[in-house]
């Protein structure tokens, strides 16, 4: 990184379309410097790795936000002595109190300074917040728009209930902590099984378990047969089916769950796995 020209600064939560506008303006010898400020959840922690082909380097915010104008450009010099070019989004701000703007970036830095314009989706502008809102109501589709990629949770596999197997559908849980969860429902997914290539058509739950133990879960049934998960699992959302629901018994439940996995089969038959 010590070789980089030129750098894309931001929180880049979630890696979505107007975060990869700001990489396409990167040269060939750059990185994604990202200051983390502890609330991102689309893609926290290194999950940002998956999106981008440069190196990432993580800042806390903690440490970087009592700097002066000045004293953060020397620092981003010290970190890469052979800086050219900085990339920032519109809406970019640095410094104690947030003070600075890309003005200041332009006057303080003697390279180059990059800035992107808002980006857009059929007129509405592309934010990490509005993509968390989507989610929230469960607009799957429109937050995956605006991700440019299916929204994605990953974690390591937990017991379910004991139930499923036996009396229902086998499935995979996984607790997902530091993950933003969609909006209580069932959707049609893609879940990726430990350290395989290749992601399994399947229709996953995520909610509060209302008809039986009122436990909260993250599940996936796959749709091409049982596999075994060992240690962790990926679920990508495609498509919301329906709402969280109590039903009246366990054959309730069984049917619900079969036209759950007929509509999720359709959704998914004509993605290339």
Same mark, same amino acid.
């Given at each position: 990184?010590?070789?980089?020209?030129?750098?894309?600064?931001?929180?880049?939560?979630?890696?979505?379309?107007?975060?990869?506008?700001?990489?396409?303006?990167?040269?060939?010898?750059?990185?994604?410097?990202?200051?983390?400020?502890?609330?991102?959840?689309?893609?926290?922690?290194?999950?940002?790795?998956?999106?981008?082909?440069?190196?990432?380097?993580?800042?806390?915010?903690?440490? *970087?936000?009592?700097?002066?104008?000045?004293? !953060?450009?020397?620092?981003?010099?010290?970190?890469?002595?052979?800086?050219?070019?900085?990339?920032?989004?519109?809406? !970019?701000?640095?410094?104690?109190?947030?003070?600075?703007?890309?003005?200041?970036?332009?006057?303080?830095?003697?390279?180059e300074v990059v800035v992107i314009d808002e980006v857009t989706l059929h007129g509405d502008s592309v934010h990490s917040h509005k993509i968390r809102a989507k989610l929230q109501i469960g607009d799957i589709e429109g937050a995956n728009a605006f991700?440019?990629?299916?929204?994605?949770?990953?974690?390591?596999?937990?017991?379910?209930?004991?139930?499923?197997?036996?009396?229902? @559908?086998?499935?995979?849980?996984?607790?997902?902590?530091?993950?933003?969860?969609?909006?209580?429902?069932?959707?049609?997914?893609?879940?990726?099984?430990?350290?395989?290539?290749?992601?399994?058509?399947? @229709?996953?739950?995520?909610?509060?378990? @209302?008809?039986?133990?009122?436990?909260?879960? @993250?599940?996936?049934? *796959?749709?091409?047969?049982?596999?075994?998960?060992?240690?962790?699992?990926?679920?990508?959302?495609?498509?919301?089916?329906?709402?969280?629901?109590?039903?009246?018994?366990?054959?309730?439940?069984?049917?619900? *769950?079969?036209?759950? *996995?007929?509509?999720?089969?359709?959704?998914?038959?004509?993605?290339?796995?």
């Amino acid at each position: 990184m010590k070789e980089s020209t030129s750098i894309a600064i931001g929180g880049f939560d979630g890696m979505h379309i107007g975060h990869q506008q700001l990489f396409g303006a990167l040269d060939e010898n750059s990185t994604i410097v990202v200051i983390e400020t502890g609330y991102a959840n689309l893609t926290p922690k290194k999950e940002r790795e998956h999106f981008s082909h440069h190196p990432i380097i993580y800042l806390e915010l903690d440490d *970087i936000r009592h700097l002066s104008g000045e004293e !953060f450009i020397a620092f981003l010099k010290e970190k890469f002595p052979k800086l050219q070019k900085i990339v920032v989004g519109y809406d !970019f701000h640095f410094g104690k109190n947030r003070k600075y703007s890309f003005n200041d970036l332009k006057t303080l830095f003697d390279g180059e300074v990059v800035v992107i314009d808002e980006v857009t989706l059929h007129g509405d502008s592309v934010h990490s917040h509005k993509i968390r809102a989507k989610l929230q109501i469960g607009d799957i589709e429109g937050a995956n728009a605006f991700l440019g990629h299916n929204y994605t949770i990953k974690g390591r596999v937990v017991s379910g209930q004991g139930i499923g197997k036996k009396e229902l @559908v086998a499935t995979i849980n996984i607790e997902a902590k530091e993950f933003l969860m969609p909006k209580e429902g069932v959707y049609a997914t893609l879940t990726r099984i430990d350290d395989e290539e290749h992601f399994h058509p399947s @229709v996953s739950f995520v909610g509060h378990r @209302v008809t039986t133990d009122g436990s909260f879960a @993250v599940e996936s049934h *796959i749709l091409d047969g049982e596999v075994s998960c060992k240690e962790r699992a990926r679920i990508s959302f495609v498509n919301f089916i329906r709402e969280n629901k109590k039903f009246d018994s366990l054959d309730e439940l069984r049917k619900a *769950i079969k036209k759950d *996995i007929a509509i999720a089969s359709k959704e998914l038959k004509f993605l290339q796995l």
